[in-house]
Each structure stands twice: as structure tokens, then as C-alpha cells.
């Protein structure tokens, strides 16, 4: 029997995978308040900071908004790519590159503890239909 806290969790998700792009947590509630109208800011904070933290959610801090994880390294931070245009969200992996980053800010004593990076521009659809038109 799933905890209460777990079936906000698995709601939020459903919902974050129905949108497929970077939804806000007050969009997440309101599709969420469809079905449980009580449902509070602070449980729909909980559940997407339990999911963030299980690597199934990632936090888009540039949009404050949050998209569904879409692949299976859940352990390694991803390199998120956000077009512009339509929404669409690709994740790219690259822990290599992260622990150069990593090493880098080292040298000046910095230690770092969490990588954000994310990307801005059109995604290769949006980019194909703004070049024949
Ligand atoms: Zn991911
Ligand atoms: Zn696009």
C-alpha cells in the first residue's frame, strides 16, 4: 500500500508525462486539483521535491518550471536542452564533461556539489521547419 505522499508522487508524474514539456508546479496542482480539489502548494512542492531527488523529475531552474526525466541514467546529472520554440526537452549525458567542470572550479578550492546546465536554442524539428518557411 503506497504512502499518501507516494500517490501525490505518482499523480504529479503522470501529470508531468502528460504534458511532455516543462510544466510549472502551479499547473502540476491545478491538473492535480481536477481530482482532489483540497490538494495544497505545499504537497505538490513535497512530491516534486521527492521526485526531483529520486532523478525522476528534473528541475528546469532557468523556466522554474519541471519536466519528467526521460532516460535511465536516474544517477548522473543531465545536460538539458530546452528548444525555445516548442517546448521539447532532451537530456543528454555526459559525466565525463561534468567531472571536467568539476575539476575546473576545483582549482580554485570550489567544491562542487550539483551541475545545472541547461540549453537554450531549437530543437532539431523547430529548427528543420523555420529553415522552409
Ligand atoms: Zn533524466
Ligand atoms: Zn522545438
Known sequence: MASRGEQVQANVLV??????????AYKIMRDLQDGQP????????RALAALVEQGKVHRLESLNAFVACQCAHHDHPAILSICD???AVE???????????????KKSGFAA???????????????????QS
Open 15 to 24: 501529470a508531468l508525462l502528460a504534458h511532455g514539456k516543462p510544466t510549472s
Open 85 to 87: 520554440d516548442c517546448g
Open 38 to 45: 483540497k490538494i495544497a502548494p505545499p504537497t505538490i512542492y
Open 113 to 131: 556539489m550539483r551541475h545545472i546546465i541547461e540549453i537554450h536554442g531549437r530543437c532539431a524539428s523547430c529548427k528543420n521547419a523555420g529553415a
Open 91 to 105: 537530456e543528454t549525458v555526459a559525466p565525463k564533461l561534468l567531472n571536467q567542470l568539476t575539476r575546473l572550479t
